[in-house]
């Protein structure tokens, strides 16, 4: 009977057998029913600004309302041509040189084009150096790819910049490409130019693809500035940087983002590459087309994110209260965040007793309503930290941050 119950199961396939993604993993589906229980979850696990009340600016919504009528078909496979050239304009601004209209790729999120550069780079067993913490769908992506990810360790007391004897100790023969997220999810940092700089020189020796995730560039806290690691890169090197609307013009569920190729030496000898990621993106027709009427109005007008990051706006506000309560429970400890949505505390293990990260978030969504994401979930090694959104007022963050550590008091040694 065995026999045959196995056969008549329907199991996954083994490309997916090491892919994981546990921002939304089995701790949303008790939040879910919890909530179809009628109970109310405080959300702080997804970096989803519109249910938070940052609605997406109205000259965005009204002109991807007008544009609807003539979006009706598909469109080209790397996109729009006015999206693509805004994206351009934009390169000019970030001094990302040599980036031409052919040189733009439009997803549907940059969650896309992710998956669609690791399907296109990587063979089996070819390995993607990732930085732990990170935003787990490149992990993910690496290995759906039939890649291998290899975390290098991004240092804490160092403001969370990436450890560079780490990099170095960690390059082999299979390393293809390297990874870089700035602004950083989930810890908030954002890399100084020397930083960048090392790591591009570190590529370059060993002739790596340089991945620059700048989804968050925009949201930047006191004096951070971001330098787009393609403005630093030499001609020789190849740039993949991407960027979208979901965070700084708050569309995330428009879902629209680009992919920029830079390095105008480094592109001749990769064509093939290209001619793999142009395959990829016809093979899904193209991205969504009115939401890539968003991109040229949203990119060439005034940045509105700016006013919710300065002093006195909403997100720094948030960002703030969110730092002093963590920092105010005994054993936690909070690095600044100088961008983006989110706050990695560290909770310390000479304090606290936790072994199993994903229980205390299952216990803390149970008692308290409060729904975090393990550490663990952003391929960091231990159970001591957590990731916290930013996104509520300042009001109802303080009240449950307060309310965190007062629960934290039973895990207490
Ligand atoms: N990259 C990072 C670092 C992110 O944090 C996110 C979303 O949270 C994404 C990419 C995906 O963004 P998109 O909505 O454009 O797919």
Known sequence: P?????????????????????IRGPVLNHAKRLEEEGQRILKLNIGNPAPFGFEAPEEILQDVMRNLPTAQGYCDSKGLYS???????????????????????????????????????????????????????????????????VHYLCDEQADWAPDLADIRGKITSHTRAIVLINPN????????????????????????VVFSDEIYDKILYDDAEHVATGSLADDDQLVVTMNGLSKSYRCAGFRSGW?????????????????????????????????????????????????????????????????????????????????????????DPKVFNIHDDEKLVLDLLLQE??????????????PDHVRIVTLPWAEQLGDALERFGRFLERYRQ
Not at 7 to 16: C, N
Not at 91 to 119: H, T, W, Y
Request: charged share 20%; net charge neutral.
């Open 83 to 149: 999206a693509r050239k805004a994206v351009m304009q934009e390169c000019q601004r970030k001094d990302i040189p040599g980036v031409g209209i052919e040189d733009i790729f439009i997803g549907n999120g940059v969650s896309e084009l992710i998956v669609m550069a690791m399907q296109a780079l990587l063979n089996d067993g070819d390995e993607v150096l990732i930085p732990a913490p990170d935003y787990p769908l490149w992990t993910a992506a690496a290995n759906l790819s039939g890649g291998r990810p």
């Open 2 to 22: 065995d026999a045959l119950m196995d056969s008549t199961q329907l199991t996954k396939s083994h490309k997916l057998e090491n892919v994981c993604y546990d």
């Open 185 to 208: 999810n989930p810890t908030g940092a954002v890399y100084p130019p020397e930083v960048i700089r090392e790591i591009l020189a570190i590529a370059r020796e060993h002739r790596l």
């Open 259 to 347: 992919m920029i190729l830079s390095g105008n030496v480094a592109k001749q000898n990769a064509r093939d590459f290209l001619q793999g990621l142009e395959m990829l993106a016809s093979m899904r027709l193209c991205a969504n087309v009115p939401a890539q009427h968003a991109i040229q109005t949203a990119l060439g007008g005034y940045q509105s994110i700016n006013d919710l990051i300065l002093p006195g706006g909403r997100l720094r506000a948030q960002r703030d209260i969110t730092v002093e309560k963590l920092n105010a429970i005994p054993g936690v400890s909070c690095t600044v965040p100088k961008g983006a949505l989110y706050a990695f505390p560290r909770l």
């Open 369 to 382: 309503k409060i729904l975090l994401v393990q550490g663990t979930a952003f391929n960091w090694p231990d």
